[in-house]
């Protein structure tokens, strides 16, 4: 090949390479991007049944029931507007308590949170950022309704 | 005063940086004799940015709780090695040593380089010193690590216990390194193309750099993926989190570096394509500091938010990525190719590697910023995790795996020898582990069933180059390109292993219960209080037993008083053919204890064969190293021609 054609036939493979990449991106997070949720939004109808997600919000204080096989657990998330019921089956992380923040993985069922995994706040100064904006959100809401 | 002598050092090492990328303007419009002090400048900027970082650490191990970096993350009852250790455990300390990497990588630039041309290297540490000054005005600015609490507090706020931990304390220097070493090859790179110097000789004295960086960030990324695995109790080694994915991707275009360099230092060939690697390679670095250091991402990993450092970083990353990008589309164009190569070579082969990384990069790249833009544009919040990444970029990992096998065999240039004839072991390895794999086990995944395929076909075509010749005459460099090549064998075995055959029990078990998982009877035998340093801990003793012998694991729940946490410590053991891994977690109102239990079979391969990876980067280094130290005077007359 001449210098001139090989680097012709680079750079169209480079480009191709990126199209693939990001044709190929595309087609795989439009069916596997996880949505992340707070009550509210799941009150409102926005999670669809069995799609994989996130909910965030405070674990409601005396909500946590343990199931006699002593692994599966049901508690309530709240955002302050709506509350969703959650059951996880597992071990739940170190930080996680009634009262504060908590983000479950899963999906719906049912009218059901199903939780594969749970996670909890990492330190006290550590919030997952949607819980952050939540909270700011939450203050402006009551602010606004002074 | 050792603070106050640290913040000065900083702020002079960000005054010589300041005139380092002065003399490079100035020795590049005229001759590279205006920059005669250069390399005693860049040396003197390392030497007092690390003095700077020494004060840091002075003032954690002394417990200096007037320093607020002190007090927010460190306490006087902790071990003294965490104490020390807890200098980079944060923000402003990791950035630190980040900017005193850079500065040192610098410093031995100036000093040990002589293989490119004196007006690169002008340019190069020019770019370096540029890089440093983004970071020293970062510090300064917007998180300095020496600032002074006033009154002095009487002790510290701790350090969040799930830090305190041998791995991490080591994990991000590792990292630090790879992502700094990478710099080096940025600034080269730079300095290259904006003489348009760009040939084998670069490409000879870029390759120690872009190698050491590549074998720190695999270690990084192995220990890392271990420490997950046992530190999160969760029994995964490895989550797509962000934060992971931060170091994956530099590790990504680095593997697609270090390819293509050879071919430049080898045959003259893929110039421009190098440099962009080069380019995309710290910029990845760049993304991955951004990444973590902002606290843009949801993650488990992730820090405290604070938009103000955010923004400085990304307007840092975009001046330099942006400029090397223009400087690449304006240069870049000019260069002249080199040898030119036929479709069926080893050319061939490394640009269809650097290609399929590549593509994989821009998968994990697309993957991992997706939500931020999701999130930017329209407000709505989501997450990508393990389903997107390893059904879109796992097949093509495969893909990979398996012209590994393939690639090393055919020769430069042009392809004469028959490759087909030494693959036909392999290929039959390949093919009856298929055979075996859905008969065996006929339920199990593709992609693990696959793995299986790939990966009994690359261990026997990995070691093919070696058999092709004298395996004592091959130089040390084919030795490390074999062990690096086993080793992805080995790691992709032990993942396919993992995937397909691990067994999981979650129970609850009062003392002296019986649960089974896979091959494993486990009793729990008593569980009783027991106390560290700073904490206090319940430990679980539990005795498996799979017919030969009783083995014994303490997993514990640890309590912290300062900050209050609790943790879960696993208790793993491990066997020739696979890992018993153990977790307690908290006891129910019938008094009995929940745990939870796997059987892996095989999974430490993974590890083993990351560490492989890296010893076979070790070896070629070494190779390189001594190769250059002999001397260039027996270099072969086509790489001169092709200098």
Do not use: C
Request: hydrophobic share 55%; net charge positive; glycine share 10%.
């Amino acid at each position: 090949m001449k210098p001139k054609n090989q680097r012709l036939v680079l750079v169209i493979a480079a480009t191709g390479a990126l199209i693939v990449a990001v044709l190929l991106a595309m087609w795989g997070l439009r069916s596997r991007a996880s949505f992340f949720y707070t009550p509210a939004d799941i009150a409102a109808g926005k999670a669809a049944e069995g799609q994989s997600a996130r909910l965030g919000g405070m674990v409601e204080k005396g909500s946590v029931q343990h199931e006699a096989d002593g692994v599966t657990i049901h508690f309530i998330l709240t955002d302050g507007r709506a509350t969703t019921p959650v059951t996880f089956r597992g071990i739940a992380p170190d930080l996680f308590r009634e009262g504060s923040g908590a983000v479950a993985e899963g999906r719906m069922e049912r009218g059901t949170f199903v939780a594969d995994q749970i996670l909890a706040k990492h330190d006290e100064r550590y919030m997952p950022p949607e819980l952050g904006n939540l909270a700011a959100e939450h203050k402006a809401g009551k602010t606004l309704e002074k | 005063m050792i603070a106050e002598t640290g913040l000065a050092a900083l702020w002079l090492a960000a005054g010589l940086a300041a005139y380092q990328f002065l003399l490079m303007i100035l020795a590049l419009r005229s001759s590279v004799g205006v920059a005669r002090p250069m390399r005693a400048v860049a040396v003197i900027q390392g030497v007092l940015t690390l003095a700077a970082f020494a004060m840091l650490l002075l003032v954690f191990a002394r417990s200096d709780m007037s320093v607020a970096l002190v007090f927010e993350n460190s306490n006087s009852a902790k071990p003294f090695i965490y104490k020390v250790a807890g200098a980079w455990g944060n923000h402003e300390g990791s950035m630190l040593m980040w900017v005193t990497i850079l500065a040192i990588a610098g410093a031995f630039v100036a000093l040990f380089s002589r293989r490119t041309g004196e007006r690169t290297l002008v340019a190069a540490l020019g770019s370096q010193a540029i890089l440093a000054l983004g970071f020293y005005a970062f510090l300064l600015i917007a998180s300095n690590p020496f600032a002074r609490l006033f009154p002095a507090p009487p002790d510290g706020q701790g350090l969040n216990p799930l830090l305190q931990d041998p791995g991490l304390a080591f994990h991000p220097p590792t990292l630090y390194l790879g992502y700094v070493g990478l710099s080096v090859a940025f600034s080269f790179a730079v300095g290259a193309l904006l003489t348009g110097e760009v040939d084998a000789r670069l490409a000879r004295a870029m390759r120690p750099w872009v190698l050491g960086a590549w074998i720190l960030l695999t270690l990084g990324i192995t220990a890392g993926s271990y420490w997950a695995y046992y530190e999160l109790g969760w029994g995964g080694y490895w989550f797509w989190d962000p934060v992971e994915n931060a170091s994956l991707m530099p590790w990504l275009a680095a593997t697609a570096l270090l390819h293509s360099i050879n071919v430049l230092a080898a045959r003259g060939a893929l110039k421009a394509w190098t440099m962009m690697l080069a380019v995309i390679a710290f910029s990845m670095s760049m993304v991955g500091t951004f990444l973590v250091r902002s606290g843009i991402l949801t993650s488990v990993h992730a820090f405290a938010i604070d938009p103000e450092r955010g923004t400085f970083l990304l307007v840092l990353l975009a001046i330099y990525v942006g400029a090397a990008f223009i400087l690449f589309a304006f240069r870049g164009a000019n260069l002249k190719e080199g040898a030119p190569f036929e479709l069926v070579s080893r050319e061939s082969g490394l640009v269809v590697n650097n290609l399929l990384l590549s593509v994989i990069l821009g998968i994990v790249f697309v993957g991992t910023l997706y939500p931020l833009f999701v999130e930017a544009l329209s407000g709505e919040k989501l997450s990508v995790g393990a389903p997107y990444f390893n059904a879109v970029a796992g097949p093509l990992a495969l893909l990979v795996a398996l012209l590994v096998g393939i690639g090393p065999l055919l020769s430069w240039r042009r392809e004469r020898r028959p490759v087909l004839g030494l693959l036909k072991v392999p290929a039959l390895l390949g093919a009856s582990a298929l055979v075996m794999s859905i008969i065996a086990a006929p339920s199990i995944g593709i992609l693990p069933r696959a793995g299986f395929a790939v990966a009994a076909f690359l261990l026997a075509a990995s070691i093919m180059p070696l058999i092709a010749r004298n395996p004592l005459r091959a130089p040390l460099a084919t030795w490390g390109m074999v062990v690096a090549h086993f080793g992805i064998a080995i790691a992709l075995a032990g993942m396919a292993a993992n995937a397909a055959f691990s067994s999981e029990r979650l129970a609850i078990a009062k003392p002296g219960e019986i649960l089974s998982v896979g091959p494993w009877q486990v009793q729990l035998g008593g569980v009783t209080p027991t106390a560290g340093k700073n904490w206090t801990a319940i430990e679980a003793e539990l005795r498996a037993s799979r017919g030969e012998g009783i083995v014994t694991l303490t997993p514990e729940t640890r309590y912290y008083s300062d900050p209050p946490t609790q943790t879960n410590e696993s208790a793993i053991r491990t066997f020739w053919n696979g890992q018993l891994y153990t977790v307690i977690g908290n006891q129910d109102s019938s008094g009995a204890w929940q745990l939870r239990l796997w059987w892996k079979p095989f999974v430490t391969l993974i590890w083993a064969g990351g560490a492989l990876i890296a010893i076979g980067g070790a070896l070629a280094l070494i190779g390189r190293l001594l190769l250059s130290l002999r001397g260039r005077r027996r270099e072969p007359e086509w790489r001169r021609r092709y200098a």
